[in-house]
Nanobody, 119 residues
Framework: QVQLVESGGGLVQPGGSLRLSCVAS????????MGWYRQAPGSQRELVAA???????NYADSVKGRFTISRDNAKNTINLQMNSLQPEDTAVYYC?????????????WGQGTQVTVSS
């Protein structure tokens, strides 16, 4: 089995910063891409940022220039540095990993971490 554990969410004022981390563990052969998604109440889950093993990054238009995704392949970890946070960034943030395991290619989700931007 594979587990994704997220950390770093919380409450921050508009204009502030937060850093999210996600560690993948378990019977992983390799990881293709990892990313962060978010879901606000009443909305669909949406991609925030993703990064491949080779370091190619993809961002939602709404976070470009404010968020930065990074990855440590040796530690199966990704981070999301979020700057200039706005109330519309409030959501539950989920880590996602596209993995290769002994039983084939599998996609996993973390349990989610709440990010609230409010004064």
């Amino acid at each position: 089995q594979v587990q994704l554990v997220e950390s770093g969410g919380g409450l921050v004022q508009p204009g502030g910063s937060l850093r999210l981390s996600c560690v993948a563990s378990g019977r992983i052969v390799s990881i293709n891409s990892m990313g962060w998604y978010r879901q606000a109440p009443g909305s669909q889950r949406e991609l925030v940022a993703a990064i491949t093993g080779g370091g190619n990054r993809n961002y939602a238009d709404s976070v470009k220039g404010r968020f930065t995704i990074s990855r440590d392949n040796a530690k199966n970890t990704i981070n999301l540095q979020m700057n200039s946070l706005q109330p519309e960034d409030t959501a539950v943030y989920y880590c996602n990993a596209d993995t290769n395991t002994d039983w084939g290619r599998q996609n996993y989700w973390g349990q989610g971490t709440q990010v609230t931007v409010s004064s």
